[in-house]
T-cell receptor, first 111, second 114 residues
């Protein structure tokens, strides 16, 4: 069964460094999402992407964040200058119809 | 601010019993409703989706939706220890852009005791 994949599973970085989180959505899906979950808190929407452009972004998704679909399979989230409060699980999701399917997540730790 | 509320639990049930999980939402424009299961340290896993009022059954799981009361629930029959997890309610609104971002509850922690 097709599934969303994400790499790396765990990323440790120093404050101020850039990180790129990678996702491979399910191949026939058209809509892509990034969410994050800080430990013990709700899952939060970051950004949605369709037809090679951002369709909606949350107030969390400020100028430090960007997304890209550099080829036909990958979908990336870049954080330009990480902060301590960016430490969280980052989930990629994709959908074709109504249901969104999630990847295993990347645990980002900013020290 | 659109909100999704769940009782955080923990909800503890004996093996074989029915577990009942509840969720309320604030946005009357919400049109799609989802239940996800999340094991500790893992990603949300889709269990059920429901789009219209009434019940929807899938194996041991039944989702119930009442849009007038802005209420959605999940029943798990014949609960098993492997059902022990956090159950997340997620809701979206079909906007003009077809974005369908999910708004999430905090989740209810379920413990099924052997």
């Amino acid at each position: 069964e097709p599934e969303v994949t994400q790499t790396p599973s765990h990323q440790v970085t120093q404050m101020g460094q850039e990180v790129i989180l990678r996702c491979v959505p399910i191949s026939n899906h058209l809509y892509f999402y990034w969410y994050r979950q800080i430990l013990g808190q709700k899952v939060e929407f970051l950004v949605s992407f369709y037809n090679n452009e951002i369709s909606e972004k949350s107030e969390i998704f400020d100028d430090q964040f960007s997304v890209e679909r550099p080829d036909g399979s990958n979908f990336t989230l870049k954080i330009r200058s990480t902060k301590l409060e960016d430490s969280a699980m980052y989930f990629c999701a994709s959908r074709r119809q109504g249901e969104q399917y999630f990847g295993p997540g990347t645990r980002l730790t900013v020290t | 601010q659109k909100e999704v509320e769940q009782n955080s639990g923990p909800l503890s049930v004996p093996e074989g019993a029915i577990a009942s999980l509840n969720c309320t939402y604030s946005d009357r424009g919400s049109q799609s409703f989802f239940w996800y299961r999340q094991y500790s340290g893992k990603s949300p896993e889709l269990i059920m989706s429901i789009y219209s009022n009434g019940d929807k059954e899938d194996g041991r799981f039944t989702a119930q939706l009442n849009k007038a009361s802005q209420y959605v629930s999940l029943l798990i029959r014949d609960s098993q220890p492997s059902d022990s997890a956090t159950y997340l309610c997620a809701v979206n609104t079909h906007n003009a852009g077809n974005n369908r971002k999910l708004i999430w509850g905090l989740g209810t922690s379920l413990a099924v005791n052997p």
